[in-house]
């Protein structure tokens, strides 16, 4: 039992690292730093964690991505 708690905390906290290094990275590609100065920080922080966590699923959310994208250009 303790064996299988100690591999199993470490697979959530490399997941955790690949998560918050994927949604960092996403977030810094999509938006600059004036627009994230904008936001609120819970909704950074939604990016940062929700978003990734969701697409590793299959869910992609690609008109929010496009969309915000689009409007941050024009």
């Known amino acids: 039992m303790r064996k299988m708690f100690k591999e199993m905390l470490i697979f959530i906290t490399v997941l955790l690292v690949f998560l ?21 920080l819970t909704d950074t922080l939604e990016f940062v964690v929700l978003i990734p966590s969701l697409q590793m699923f299959g869910e992609l959310f690609l008109e929010t991505l496009v969309e915000s994208k689009l409007y941050h250009v024009i």
């Open 20 to 40: 918050l290094g994927y949604g960092i990275c996403t977030i810094a590609l999509i938006f600059t730093q004036d627009q994230l100065r904008e936001k609120p």
